[in-house]
């Protein structure tokens, strides 16, 4: 059989993101989300998202969307941390409403979880995207319209995000952010015509190791953006605040490390003056931001700006995709296939029989 090209759906899942979108939020405007939180008040429960891997990192995107756009309380949590330190969590009287979020619904620790909240009484929701057993033992289930061949979570990842966030914009009557994330697949499209190409070459320079930096809300995309190029190409990739990065990691900088900077508007200029810096020791540098000073243009080897007209907590899932390209396109230049990387299952089962 003819091996397919290396990649492949990685790459295409990647780059059908912007039909994914859309198709995601044709959906969501389907759904009477009211269902989803039962008797809550999605205005005053302590809303706690939980996950694994990706969808932790998923989780915490999704925590810092309910603060900002409900003002609510939101924290993110890894599931194994509920399995171990379930109190606060399990205790019923506690106003916690646990949102599950798991790609695939098999995931040994987060079906662990919703076990727990079964026999504890604790109302939860889930968010998932594969029919699976998840959907199946959960009261309260958002399942997406997606399904996703590659190994390592892309338009899974956020789709799964832009759900949340239509839910936050839902609960808060915010018609304008629903407007504003229905914008991002044509603004994608077009950024994807415009910078893959320059992304693809600027990969192709060798380095050892990487360090990808974000803060506020960019801090889990950050970590999701370190995690897709560990995952895609076996590259050891590092994730700091931004800022943190001067509080000693810096002494790892050299001409063989890239440092990946995720500029947010809020803390630009002192973002981009932590990776001016790092230019100026040697590393090679990538920067991405909605607005790129002429500064940062010419010191960066290579700056993708985003343009776009969205709040900023609406441009997560844009920042995203160039660390998804950029893993899938270090691993076909170390000879790897982002399709099946190294160690990897799509799924992590850690029960027997489960
Ligand atoms: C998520 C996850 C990913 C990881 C790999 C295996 O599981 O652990 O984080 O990158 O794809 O699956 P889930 O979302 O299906 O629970």
Not at 8 to 26: A, M
Not at 304 to 317: A, Q, T
Request: glycine share 6%.
């Amino acid at each position: 059989m003819l091996r397919m090209a290396r990649g492949k759906e990685t790459f295409s899942e990647i780059s059908n993101q912007p039909k994914t979108w859309q198709e995601c939020l044709k959906f969501m405007d389907r759904l009477d989300l009211k269902r989803l939180v039962g008797d809550k008040n999605p205005r005053t429960v302590k809303w706690l998202f939980a996950g694994c891997g990706s969808s932790y990192h998923l989780a915490q995107a999704a925590a810092s969307t309910f603060r900002i756009l409900l003002n609510v309380s939101a924290q993110a949590v890894a599931v194994s941390e509920i399995l171990f330190w379930p109190e606060p969590v399990i205790n019923a009287k506690s106003d916690v409403f646990p949102v599950l979020i798991s790609r695939s619904g098999r995931t040994s620790e987060v079906l662990r979880a919703a076990e727990l909240f079964g026999q504890r009484g604790v109302k939860y929701m889930a968010l998932t995207c594969d029919a699976n057993e998840l959907a199946q033992i959960s009261e309260r289930t958002l399942q997406l319209p997606v399904f996703e061949h590659g190994v390592v979570m892309t338009a899974s990842f956020t789709s799964m995000l832009l759900a949340l966030q239509y839910i936050a914009a839902d609960f808060s009557e915010d018609k304008s952010f629903k407007d504003a994330l229905y914008s991002l697949p044509l603004a994608l499209n077009e950024l994807l015509l415009k910078y893959a190409g320059e992304l693809e070459q600027f990969s192709r320079v060798p380095i050892d190791d990487i360090s990808i930096l974000g803060q506020g809300p960019l801090h889990p995309i950050a970590q999701e953006v370190a995690l897709k190029i560990m995952e895609s190409s076996s590259t050891y990739t590092q994730f700091f605040h931004t800022l943190e990065f001067r509080h000693g990691p810096m002494s790892i900088v050299s001409e063989k490390m890239m440092v990946g900077a995720l500029l947010s508007e809020t803390g630009y200029r002192d973002e981009s003056a932590v990776l001016l810096e790092m230019k100026g020791l040697g590393a090679r540098t990538l920067a991405i931001a909605n607005r790129i000073s002429p500064e940062v243009k010419q010191s960066a080897d290579l700056a993708i700006e985003l343009g776009l007209s969205v709040p900023e907590i609406g441009r997560l899932v844009i920042y995203l995709v160039w660390g998804q390209l950029l893993g899938g396109y270090l691993g076909l230049r170390k000879g790897l296939d982002p399709d099946a990387p190294q160690n990897l299952s799509r799924v992590v089962m850690i029960d027997p029989g489960a």
